[in-house]
């Protein structure tokens, strides 16, 4: 078995870290650097005497990596033990991470805000927290409608997307000015 170098390491604890930070715990986050960083499938065993875990923690953790869509069970021809790895493309990893949270987090709140909206406002005081609780609605069901859209797009048109940056918003000040001079053209030739 080879040894993980310093660099690899790092990396593997670092994630385990982050990990917990965005929902999963550090084990299960450091099996899924281990994972991405060596770019090739790996067993359950392998996984273990790489990262010192207990093979039941191992197999606990692949489990909810499964349940992330973060990693694929395979198997190799004459070989009964399964194997792991994460989807090749990182554009599919970003994606899962972000349909996972959206479907643990958001919608959870979108359904909370649609029962407070259904309901009638006993005081004003329920009246200014449901119109708070409506601006709320309506700003995630914009962003997830947003994120609906940026879904669809290919990999190399979301990179240079996100490549332009605030340019995105100068250009849509740009569109804008030009429909303030056509509206105002339009209203002198009136």
């Given at each position: 078995m080879?040894?993980?170098?310093?660099?690899?390491?790092?990396?593997?604890?670092h994630f385990g870290e982050m990990g917990s930070r965005w929902g999963?715990?550090?084990?299960?986050?450091?099996?899924?650097?281990?994972?991405?960083?060596?770019?090739?499938?790996?067993?359950?065993?392998?996984?273990?005497?790489h990262l010192s875990f207990s093979r039941s923690n191992v197999s606990m953790?692949?489990?909810?990596?499964?349940?992330?869509?973060?990693?694929?069970?395979?198997?190799?021809?004459?070989d009964r033990r399964e194997y792991f790895e994460p989807p090749k493309d990182i554009?599919?990893?970003?994606?899962?991470?972000?349909?996972?949270?959206?479907?643990r987090e958001i919608e959870p709140t979108l359904?909370?805000?649609?029962?407070?909206?259904?309901?009638?406002?006993?005081?004003?005081?329920?009246?200014?927290?449901q119109e708070r609780m409506r601006?709320?609605?309506?700003?995630?069901e914009l962003s997830t409608s947003w994120f609906d859209d940026v879904q669809r797009l290919s990999p190399e048109t979301l990179a240079s997307?996100?490549?332009?940056?605030?340019?995105v918003g100068k250009l849509l000040d740009i569109r804008d000015k030009f429909r303030f001079s056509d509206k105002d053209e339009q209203a002198e030739n009136s």
């Open positions: 080879e040894t993980l170098s310093p660099l690899t390491q790092r990396f593997i604890l999963i715990n550090r084990t299960v986050g450091q099996m899924y650097a281990l994972l991405y960083v060596m770019g090739k499938p790996m067993n359950a065993d392998e996984i273990a005497e953790g692949l489990k909810e990596l499964q349940a992330w869509r973060l990693v694929k069970l395979m198997h190799k021809p004459g554009w599919d990893i970003f994606k899962a991470l972000l349909e996972e949270r959206r479907r359904s909370m805000l649609r029962d407070a909206l259904l309901e009638n406002p006993a005081s004003e005081e329920d009246k200014r927290a601006e709320m609605y309506q700003l995630i997307l996100m490549k332009m940056g605030s340019k």
